[in-house]
């Protein structure tokens, strides 16, 4: 059974810092692995979305790798801005097609 | 363009009542997810349209939930009798199939309805 761990659960760094956040989960059969953004009342924005054959995407100030066989993934997000405070989550599209969820990380960035 | 709407935003019952939840995807989506999350832990999928049919209904959690899309349009889920367990945040998604054929379906996601159970 896929299991998706994220730590830390939260976060709290001073603005301009870069930062980690992490991602692991139990099984490597996956098809795809993605890094959402939630905002308080309001849906969940894909930021980045890595395949399985993929060991990375960039969009941005945001970096996201894959290591699909120690089944890790990191979000890398640089020169931190308030505006980047919110609840960051990974999923992993499993082999029954499913999105299947990390807790989250609750991220504030101090001004 | 219009994104994935939900309705309501918050919602508050008490046990044993009834409450319906209501999805309006981004228009032409075939796909429509339902997911939940319970306070404190990860988000959960219940279940999964494409169009009207229910293509995957693994994550629903008993007989008391009962979602439909009818028309292949918005969907409801409707949960009777609510129960204290239900309380949570019920995320609505749609998607189009990639053209490619492979699975980078980009999930839009509602903001969410909040469902608190007394």
């Known amino acids: 059974k896929q299991e998706v761990t994220q730590i830390p659960a939260a976060l709290s760094v001073p603005e301009g810092e870069n930062l980690v956040l992490n991602c692991s989960f139990t099984d490597s059969a996956i098809y795809n692995l993605q890094w959402f953004r939630q905002d308080p009342g309001k849906g969940l924005t894909s930021l980045l979305l890595i395949q399985s054959s993929q060991r990375e995407q960039t969009s941005g100030r ?26 960051y989550l990974c999923a992993v599209r499993d082999s029954n097609y499913q999105l299947i969820w990390g807790a989250g990380t609750k991220l504030i960035i101090k001004p | 363009e219009a994104g994935v709407t939900q309705f ?6 008490e046990k044993g009542q009834t409450v319906t939840l209501r999805c309006d995807p981004i228009s032409g989506h075939d796909n429509l997810y339902w997911y939940r999350r319970v306070m404190g832990k990860e988000i959960k999928f219940l279940l999964h349209f494409v169009k009207e049919s229910k293509q995957d209904e693994s994550g629903m959690p008993n007989n008391r939930f009962l979602a439909e899309r009818t028309g292949g349009t918005y969907s409801t889920l409707k949960v009777q009798p609510a129960e204290l367990e239900d309380s949570g945040v019920y995320f609505c998604a749609s998607s189009q199939p990639p053209t490619s054929g492979g699975w980078v379906d980009t999930q839009y996601f509602g903001p969410g309805t909040r469902l608190t159970v007394l």
Do not use: F
């Open chain 1, 62 to 87: 945001l970096n996201a790798s894959l290591d699909k066989s120690s089944g890790r993934s990191t979000l890398y997000i640089a020169a931190s801005q308030p505006g980047d405070s919110a609840t």
């Open chain 2, 8 to 13: 309501p935003s918050h919602s508050v019952i």
